[in-house]
């Protein structure tokens, strides 16, 4: 495979990622090959932009599994694809990474509102919080499935947020 990649990019470099070799163009991935017991594949770093609909997502690399030299695409179009991904790495702009809408904002428990209207130091923590750290308690707090289960962990919620501790304050440090 060595041979034939720079046969066709003669400017291409080597380098092993992540214990498999790794074909560069101007310090960008441009296909990686990987070599397993009883198959091996390849994978074009921007497979899906070049092979589209024919990649296959089931396994590892747009070909999946190739268990002989016999499964390997012709000579021709293997050639092409490897021209075709360097000459992305060197020209072609990077994909632009959708967006994900943003999460709808936490729910609180009305249980849990009633046991913060009666701690002003917790309310005043839980409301210093970020989204996210706000969202730990609501959602630990939710799913509880037991009403003990839920009262429980308000009692304890309340007494870690008058502490100013966010919910997984045990971690914070590891």
């Known amino acids: 495979m060595r041979e034939r990649v720079h046969a066709v990019v003669p400017d291409i470099q080597e380098a092993m990622k992540w214990s498999m070799p790794a074909y560069m163009v101007g310090g960008k991935i441009v296909l990686i090959t990987a070599a397993f017991?009883?198959?091996?594949?390849?994978?074009?770093?921007?497979?899906?932009?070049?092979?589209?609909?024919?990649?296959?997502?089931?396994?590892?690399?747009?070909?999946?599994?190739?268990?002989?030299?016999?499964?390997?695409?012709?000579?021709?179009?293997?050639?092409?694809?490897?021209?075709?991904?360097?000459?992305?790495?060197?020209?072609?702009?990077?994909?632009?990474k959708t967006k994900h809408a943003p999460k709808p904002p936490p729910e609180m428990h009305p249980e849990f509102a009633a046991a913060l209207a009666n701690a002003p130091k917790a309310k005043a923590a839980l409301d210093g919080f970020p989204p996210s750290a706000q969202r730990d308690y609501f959602e630990w707090i939710g799913e509880a499935k037991q009403d003990a289960t839920r009262q429980k962990r308000i009692a304890t919620a309340i007494e870690w947020l008058s502490e100013g501790k966010r919910r997984h304050w045990k971690y914070q440090n590891c």
């Open 37 to 96: 017991k009883a198959h091996m594949a390849l994978n074009f770093w921007r497979g899906q932009e070049l092979r589209g609909d024919d990649a296959n997502a089931d396994a590892m690399g747009q070909f999946g599994k190739i268990g002989s030299l016999d499964e390997l695409p012709p000579d021709a179009e293997l050639d092409r694809l490897i021209r075709e991904a360097a000459d992305m790495a060197k020209n072609a702009p990077a994909p632009r």
